[in-house]
């Protein structure tokens, strides 16, 4: 049996964000900061894994000294924070996105496309938002590496620029139609779960084929030469992300059927459980 010291050091530990490492005012809390720092520079190695973008990933991780690639878009995306780039992305085709657009506006919707433009994302929409997405975009303004371009007839296709993501917030029950057409006829990677702060919210996600917190993480571990994986999770698309782990751990929060996929319970986002769990096995 390795001793402590050496599990901690080939242990990959990769933490969902909202509702696992962040509290409830979705920051990262100064206690978990330091607890992770603490970790970090006794040798743990620790990264997030999130459907977020480095446009909002990188201020909230920013008391965190992170020795490690963010996992961001579910996956799609490494971000080396020290480079301040992307170290690996992976791309939606344009036939891709012209099909899935097409599927979306038969149905009377129009979806946020993500293109990547160097080490920035611009975000383009046409037409109409719902509630929820105009509140997204207001409280997402300004933001470093990320910029929306609204009410573009284009958006369909932009010139040098790659998708990295098809995303909605819209009524769960709107966009169910939606998800299974697009998962029945489209090659794609679709991610559809409940909005954890709004239950009756559904977030749809699509990427490029391939794609999940899962294959990046198992791409990350083998980089580092990590024999073990540690997740931490709380809603259902940290599930396949907690099949593919070693030890998959979900906060007190987390929807019943995490916590029963999980092998073990913690306490909630809001007590810094996360930290706390990495803390104690320095």
């Known amino acids: 049996m390795m001793n402590q010291e050496n599990s901690q050091a080939s242990t990959l530990y990769v933490s969902d964000m909202d509702g696992t490492l962040l509290g409830s005012d979705s920051q990262v809390s100064a206690t978990s900061a330091q607890l992770l720092n603490q970790a970090i520079e006794g040798g ?89 997405e105009s509140q997204f975009v207001a409280e997402r303004q300004g933001l470093e590496l990320k910029k929306f371009v ?63 917190k899962a294959a990046a993480i198992k791409r990350l571990a083998s980089q580092v030469q990590a024999s073990r994986i540690v997740v931490f999770g709380d809603n259902r698309n940290d599930l396949p992300m907690m099949r593919i782990a070693s030890h998959s751990v979900a906060v007190g929060n987390a929807f019943q059927e995490v916590k029963d996929a999980a092998r073990e319970v913690i306490g909630p986002n809001t007590d810094d459980a996360v930290a706390k769990y990495i803390s104690e096995k320095k």
Request: aromatic letters at 12%.
């Open 44 to 132: 743990a190695l620790f990264t997030v894994a999130t459907a977020r973008t480095p446009a909002t990933v990188v201020p909230l991780m920013s008391a965190v000294n992170a020795n490690l690639p963010f996992i961001c878009l579910n996956g799609a995306a490494m971000w080396d924070n020290r480079r301040r780039d992307y170290t690996h992305v992976e791309v939606l085709p344009d036939a891709t996105v012209q099909h899935i657009v097409d599927i979306y506006e038969r149905h009377g919707l129009h979806p946020f496309i993500y293109r990547r433009h160097g080490h920035l994302i611009n975000a383009y929409h046409y037409g109409p938002m719902s509630a929820q």
């Open 150 to 212: 609204l009410d573009n007839p284009h958006y369909r296709h932009v010139q040098g620029e790659s998708a990295m993501l098809i995303f909605s917030m819209l009524d769960y029950e709107r966009l169910r139609p939606v998800y299974e057409e697009i998962k029945a006829s489209v090659h794609c990677s679709p991610v559809f779960y409940h909005d954890i702060f709004d239950n009756t919210a559904g977030i749809l996600e699509i990427y490029a084929p391939g794609v999940s």
